[in-house]
């Protein structure tokens, strides 16, 4: 399978605790990016990378938020201190940046839970 | 004021209807726009780039119109299977319309 690859896809974890989210995005592809999704909401954007630089981190992301791409591939976004606030689903997607509409293609998701 | 913004919805329609989306967004400076489709638990899937002369895709018709910042999606005689939301994206940044919830009715 050469699609967007999230583990783990479902997370239960207690408040307090933290947590951690690996993407794998399509090999070749230079962007990826994360956001966050609840139920009857559209994606919201979290961050971004190109290649291993992030670019951009949205402003409503508390500090409690970060993601790496330490080698330009795969990625990993933790969440400290977890509340319940954070439960959602975690999306990542990429996409190539090269001269044509970044297309981007998505994983299926880190489903999490905090009690 | 919203990055980009989409037509509240729900839309219901009857099998066979046209139906249209818009989506407006706030940065001028955006190059690329794309819908996606989102079905009920799943992950956003591309529908279709949209590109500045407009562009058909079977029953789907994209269009832009930089001037007033808006892009829209048509998608004529409908199916049931075109049930799902629909997303317009807005890049840089890939920013995300919050989804128009489509349903067709036999």
């Known amino acids: 399978d050469t699609g967007v690859s999230q583990n783990p896809r479902h997370k239960i974890t207690k408040r307090g605790q933290n947590v951690t989210f690996r993407c794998d995005p399509i090999s070749e592809h230079n962007r990826l990016y994360w956001y966050r999704q609840t139920l009857g909401q559209g994606p919201e954007f979290l961050t971004y990378?190109?290649?291993?630089?992030?670019?951009?981190k949205s402003r409503l992301l508390s500090d409690r938020f970060s993601a790496e791409r330490p080698k330009g591939s795969f990625s990993t976004l933790e969440i400290q201190r977890t509340e319940q606030g954070d439960s959602a689903m975690y999306l990542c997607?990429?996409?190539?940046?090269?001269?044509?509409?970044?297309?981007?293609?998505f994983g299926q998701g880190t489903r999490l839970t905090v009690v | 004021r919203k990055e980009v913004e989409q037509d509240p919805g729900p839309f219901n329609v009857p099998e066979g209807a046209t139906v249209a989306f818009n989506c407006t967004y706030s940065n001028s400076a955006s190059q690329s726009f794309f819908w996606y489709r989102q079905d009920c638990r799943k992950e956003p899937k591309l529908l279709m780039s949209?590109?500045?002369s407009g562009n058909e895709d079977g029953r789907f018709t994209a269009q832009l119109n930089r001037a007033s910042q808006y892009i829209s999606l048509l998608i004529r005689d409908s199916k049931l299977s075109d049930s799902a939301t629909y997303l317009c994206?807005?890049?840089?940044?890939?920013?995300f319309g919050a989804g128009t919830r489509l349903t067709v009715k036999p």
């Open positions: 994206v807005v890049s840089a940044g890939m920013r």
């Open positions: 997607a990429s996409s190539l940046d090269r001269g044509r509409p970044p297309e981007a293609f």
């Open positions: 949209v590109y500045s």
């Open positions: 990378f190109q290649n291993e630089a992030q670019l951009e």
